[in-house]
Nanobody
Framework: QVQLVESGGGSVQAGGSLKLSCAISRYMFSRCSMGWYRQAPGKERELVSVVSSAGTTTYAESVKGRFTISHDNAKNTLYLQMNSLKTEDTAVYYC???????????????WGQGTQVTVSS
């Protein structure tokens, strides 16, 4: 059974940095993508960043230039480096991994339990 376990969340002042980690077990990152989502209180879950198995990265406009996603193949761990944090970055952050469905497409299917990030002014 695939397991994703996030860590690294916490409280930080605006302008500070945090690095989230997601340890993944029983998952081969050879196809599809992995990524980070977040959900703020009273809001829908939103996609923050994605990295494909080929290394292509994408970011939400709100975090471009401040967040960096990466994956360590040897450790099978996904990271999200968050710099210049803003109060609006406060949310629960979720690690997610895609799997291939029967139609051949890749969809986010595996999820971590989430880690809280709180940014204060």
């Amino acid at each position: 059974q695939v397991q994703l376990v996030e860590s690294g969340g916490g409280s930080v002042q605006a302008g500070g940095s945090l690095k989230l980690s997601c340890a993944i077990s029983r998952y081969m990152f050879s196809r599809c993508s992995m990524g980070w989502y977040r959900q703020a209180p009273g809001k829908e879950r939103e996609l923050v960043s994605v990295v494909s198995s080929a290394g292509t990265t994408t970011y939400a406009e709100s975090v471009k230039g401040r967040f960096t996603i990466s994956h360590d193949n040897a450790k099978n761990t996904l990271y999200l480096q968050m710099n210049s944090l803003k109060t609006e970055d406060t949310a629960v952050y979720y690690c997610a991994a895609q799997r291939i469905y029967s139609n051949g497409g890749c969809y986010f299917h595996y999820w971590g339990q989430g880690t809280q990030v709180t940014v204060s002014s």
